[in-house]
T-cell receptor, first 118, second 112 residues
Framework: SQTIHQWPATLVQPVGSPLSLECTVE??????LYWYRQAAGRGLQLLFY??????ISSEVPQNLSASRPQDRQFILSSKKLLLSDSGFYLC?????????????????FGPGTRLTVL | SQQGEEDPQALSIQEGENATMNCSYK?????LQWYRQNSGRGLVHLIL?????REKHSGRLRVTLDTSKKSSSLLITASRAADSASYFC????????????FGSGTRLQVQP
């Protein structure tokens, strides 16, 4: 069965420090991968998505970047954190085209990383 | 801006009662999904309804879709304390490999 891991679960970082959040998926190949951010009491905002190794699309200009060094690994980074980067970061995956239609649109989410920038 | 907006923002009911949450969206869609999020956790897919469907059932869940009004509703029948969570509707962002845009969610509290 497929599983998705995120770490760390929580993180407290000072303003101006770097960031690296990691997401890995097991049990599937060639997934689409996504990074979302959730502000307190709000819905999710798409940050990045990736359809393959080294292929990153950004939805919102910001202080963050993403990379996909391996098929099932997705990394969210920042060189210098801002206070506004605080939030709950969620990684998700979905199957590629050609998979079962019933699961084609569904996204599977990791447990999330709660980032607090002080 | 977010595609979907749910209402109410918060809902408190007693166990055994039905809970109804509504979602409105702005653009045309191929399908609409509902997700559930327990506090501080990831989201879990509940149900998907296609644009050519008007109603769909899954266990105690009933989803309706009105494309003319660009709205959907999620009904949880005979609610349980374990149903307490936040519920979000989501639609696909065009040309983004099925990435989703979410509403702000409804926080449901079911009192035992």
């Amino acid at each position: 069965s497929q599983t998705i891991h995120q770490w760390p679960a929580t993180l407290v970082q000072p303003v101006g420090s770097p960031l690296s959040l990691e997401c890995t998926v097991e049990g599937t190949s060639n997934p689409n991968l996504y990074w979302y951010r959730q502000a307190a009491g709000r819905g999710l905002q798409l940050l990045f998505y990736s359809v393959g190794i080294g292929q990153i699309s950004s939805e919102v200009p910001q202080n963050l970047s993403a990379s996909r060094p391996q098929d099932r690994q997705f990394i969210l980074s920042s060189k210098k954190l801002l206070l506004s980067d605080s939030g709950f970061y969620l990684c998700a995956w979905s199957v590629r085209r050609g998979a079962l239609p019933s699961s084609y649109n569904e996204q599977f989410f990791g447990p999330g990383t709660r980032l607090t920038v002080l | 801006s977010q595609q979907g907006e749910e209402d109410p923002q918060a809902l408190s009911i007693q166990e055994g009662e039905n809970a109804t949450m509504n979602c409105s969206y702005k653009t045309s869609i191929n399908n609409l999904q509902w997700y559930r999020q327990n506090s501080g956790r990831g989201l879990v897919h509940l149900i998907l309804i296609r644009s050519n469907e008007r109603e769909k059932h899954s266990g105690r869940l009933r989803v309706t879709l009105d494309t003319s009004k660009k709205s959907s509703s999620l009904l949880i029948t005979a609610s349980r304390a374990a149903d307490s969570a936040s519920y979000f509707c989501a639609t696909a962002i065009p040309k983004s490999r099925r990435a989703l845009t979410f509403g702000s969610g409804t926080r449901l509290q079911v009192q035992p």
